[in-house]
């Protein structure tokens, strides 16, 4: 696979704030100078509403997970910028490039709360209600040619997603991305809030959210459950713009 095929990286988080529509003139966007937004940074409204993702995902979980965790990301990460007026026209990704050249007092900030943002900013936009945006249906495309080739069926992929996303200790992130070196598909995961989305090698197709935060109070500790049910809420129109 050429990857001149792949979209080019983008502005996860500019995308959230677009809350969709325009999803593929956002991915065609350069991402210097900054190509998003940038301090102070926002929590993006969900293009949904917060029950619209149920039985699979409960609305208390959403309005948590969206208006409190994801939210309290992003206020200590504008806390921890504040002083920092030299970085204050950096998009969160180029922030989390940078990171290891940021004054030390607000590397791991960044790096948890960026991420999370980030992180976060992505899985709104990837999830929709069953029957929009390809939600409850299949891949198309491109992307559904590649998970054919090289997982053998989106059923494949599935589980081996899931196998993947179980393997992570305590909190972080399960990803399906475009590695556009290997030219190929690639599960991934992370520790915590670190990412995918600042990488400028790979696209991120897929991302789930492993914390327990994402999934206690209506699965408990059943991660395979909750896993099992997020597959219906994919939104495989979103993933299939992606990677073309
Ligand atoms: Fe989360």
Redesign the pocket.
């Known amino acids: 696979m050429n990857r001149r095929t792949f979209l080019a990286q983008t502005s996860t988080v500019a995308l959230a704030a677009s809350l969709a529509p325009s999803f593929s003139q956002l991915s065609a966007a350069t991402p210097t100078p900054a190509a998003g937004p940038t301090y102070p940074f926002a929590v993006a409204p969900l293009a949904y509403d917060a029950a619209a993702l149920e039985p699979h995902i409960d609305a208390a979980t959403m309005r948590l997970?969206h208006g409190k965790?994801?939210a309290a990301a992003v206020t200590a990460l504008n806390a921890a910028l504040k002083d920092q007026p030299a970085l204050h026209g950096l998009t969160v990704e180029q922030l989390l490039r940078q990171r290891e050249t940021l004054p030390a007092a607000i590397q791991s900030a960044v790096r948890n709360h960026g991420g999370?943002h980030v992180n976060?900013g992505f899985?709104w936009q990837i999830m929709r209600p069953v029957g929009t945006e390809g939600a409850g249906g299949k891949p198309g495309g491109k992307l559904a040619a590649a998970i054919d080739a090289e997982f053998g069926s989106l059923a494949k992929l599935q589980d081996a997603f899931n196998a993947n996303a179980l393997k992570v200790f305590g909190s972080g992130w399960a990803f399906l991305v475009a590695d556009q070196a290997a030219g190929k598909l690639r599960l991934t995961s992370t520790p915590n809030q670190d990412t995918e989305l600042a990488a400028t090698d790979r696209t991120v197709i897929l991302a789930c959210?492993v914390?327990e935060?994402?999934y206690y109070l209506n699965y408990q500790n059943r991660r395979a459950d909750y896993l099992k049910a997020w597959w219906n809420v994919v939104a495989w129109n979103v993933a299939t713009r992606r990677y073309v």
């Open positions: 997970h965790h994801h999370s976060h899985f959210d914390w935060h994402a």
